[in-house]
């Protein structure tokens, strides 16, 4: 029975010796294909990206405008109520 186990075992770890440097080759393979195909759905998605802050460009603008101008506003309240309490000092 033991020789049958000391081979039994052998077979085993020859098999997953196998299945690991299998595996290792199709990751290898796997990211080695992964690259241009990145690059591939980068270069189709430029065109679309460059679309869509072409079309955002004006809400852009509109809200940094709308947000000066909101801070422009607090700043001239602010120095209206600054006068007011000196006057009454």
Known sequence: MALKTKALKKAA???????????????EDAADNVGPAVKAIKKAAKPKVKAIKKAAEPVVKAVKKAARNAAKDALKASARQLKKAAKAI
Do not use: F, Q
């Not at 196998?18 to 080759?25: C, I």
């Open 13 to 27: 770890n020859k098999v997953a010796k196998r299945a690991v440097k299998k595996g290792k080759e199709l990751i």
